[in-house]
């Protein structure tokens, strides 16, 4: 429903008439309790904000029509929206990955696309440790035991010391570096694979670079942190799976297309890895007789890892500050394109 975001006395969902403004920036959805800090930051600037909750491509053709810019969060903005987007300067993603925008189309047209790269690195980092952490000392499956009535230390077996253990992270940026410091803490020996990455900068962080198959062949835990690209969708295939110890265990905080699930449901079935511990999936949310669902040795979380109170904030704020600084002809901090005319 195309709602404006109208402040106090407004609901979020309900429609109303918008007034006009010197801009007019449309919200596609978002997941955040308001709009506040987007409201206020393009008030100054004489924008009006519409929010919508539009996840699909039909719902934005229309929609889009006189947007001078878009906040997207995990709406479609395929290249039929941005072509509808006649006026559109600039597509602001809530979030890092831009797979759900048609990038190409967006620059050819001449607009600018905006991420935010550096919102959620402590909590991304974070939640791949929980993860890891939980399928090293079992707690999900050992929780399951006791609530089901019983009280056994040997459910536990076989569970290994962690420290001397080794991780293996595919992708080297801002979070698997993060996550690098504090495997290394808890005595995890690191490799990182990130053919787009100088070798020397993983080792400056006593990191070992190595490439995928020798990692996920030497690796305790794998944990995956590539953006989704055309060449790192389906990266980890049955070849990648079986190349992995049937004691490892896979963890995915980036992007569920870049694991093809129906290879990891049968690594998971056929006993080809120990586990799995994902935060995302090829779709979300999963059908509820998804096979996934029914495996005792998988741990699920619904596409949370970036989440904490700070990390929204400072995403809001970003996101809106990019739209800011393009409709008001600045160069954005994070663009993802080139522009002519627009500089970095």
């Known amino acids: 429903m195309l709602t404006q975001d109208g402040g106090a006395g407004r609901k979020e969902g309900q429609r109303g008439t918008v007034v006009s403004g010197r801009f007019q920036v449309v919200v596609?959805?978002?997941?955040?309790?308001?709009?506040?800090?987007?409201?206020?930051?393009?008030?100054?600037?004489?924008?009006?904000?519409?929010?919508?909750?539009?996840?699909?491509?039909?719902?934005?053709?229309?929609?889009?029509?006189?947007?001078?810019?878009?906040?997207?969060?995990?709406?479609?903005?395929?290249?039929?929206?941005?072509?509808?987007?006649?006026?559109?300067?600039?597509?602001?993603?809530?979030?890092?990955?831009?797979?759900?925008?048609?990038?190409?189309?967006?620059?050819?047209?001449?607009?600018?696309?905006?991420n935010v790269p550096d919102y959620c690195v402590e909590e991304v980092s974070d939640h791949a440790l929980a993860l890891l952490l939980a399928c090293a000392r079992r707690v999900v499956w050992l929780d399951r035991t006791v609530r089901a009535g019983r009280w056994d230390a040997r459910d536990a077996v076989p569970v290994r010391r962690l420290s001397g253990q080794t991780l293996g992270l595919v992708g080297f940026g801002k979070?698997?570096?993060?996550?690098?410091?504090?495997?290394?803490?808890?005595?995890?020996?690191?490799?990182?694979?990130?053919?787009?990455?100088?070798?020397?900068?993983?080792?400056?962080?006593g990191v070992d670079p190595t490439g995928l198959r020798p990692l996920l062949e030497r690796s305790d835990y794998v944990s995956l942190h590539a953006p989704l690209t055309p060449q790192?969708?389906?990266?980890?295939?049955?070849?990648?799976?079986?190349?992995?110890?049937?004691?490892?265990?896979?963890?995915?905080?980036?992007?569920?297309?870049?694991?093809?699930?129906?290879?990891?449901?049968?690594?998971?079935?056929?006993g080809w890895i120990a586990g799995a511990a994902l935060d995302v999936l090829p779709t979300e949310p999963p059908p509820k007789d998804?096979?996934?669902?029914?495996?005792?040795?998988?741990?699920?979380?619904?596409?949370?890892?970036?989440?904490?109170?700070?990390?929204l904030q400072e995403l809001q704020r970003k996101a809106a500050e990019e739209v800011v600084r393009v409709l008001t002809g600045q160069p954005p901090r994070y663009p993802v394109n080139r522009v002519a005319g627009v500089s970095a």
């Open 175 to 205: 979070i698997p570096r993060l996550v690098a410091r504090k495997a290394q803490a808890f005595g995890l020996r690191v490799l990182a694979f990130d053919p787009y990455v100088d070798p020397s900068a993983m080792r400056e962080l």
């Open 28 to 114: 596609t959805d978002s997941v955040f309790p308001h709009l506040e800090t987007e409201r206020r930051l393009l008030a100054e600037v004489g924008a009006e904000l519409v929010a919508l909750q539009a996840h699909r491509e039909d719902e934005l053709l229309e929609a889009v029509r006189d947007a001078d810019a878009l906040l997207v969060c995990f709406a479609p903005v395929t290249g039929r929206v941005v072509q509808a987007a006649r006026r559109c300067k600039v597509i602001a993603r809530y979030g890092i990955g831009v797979d759900n925008v048609d990038v190409r189309t967006a620059t050819a047209r001449g607009i600018v696309v905006t």
């Open 290 to 311: 998804h096979r996934l669902l029914r495996l005792d040795n998988v741990i699920l979380t619904p596409h949370v890892a970036f989440y904490s109170e700070e990390s």
């Open 232 to 270: 790192t969708e389906g990266l980890v295939d049955e070849a990648a799976l079986r190349w992995m110890k049937p004691t490892a265990f896979l963890v995915n905080t980036a992007r569920g297309r870049i694991v093809e699930e129906g290879a990891l449901v049968r690594a998971l079935e056929r």
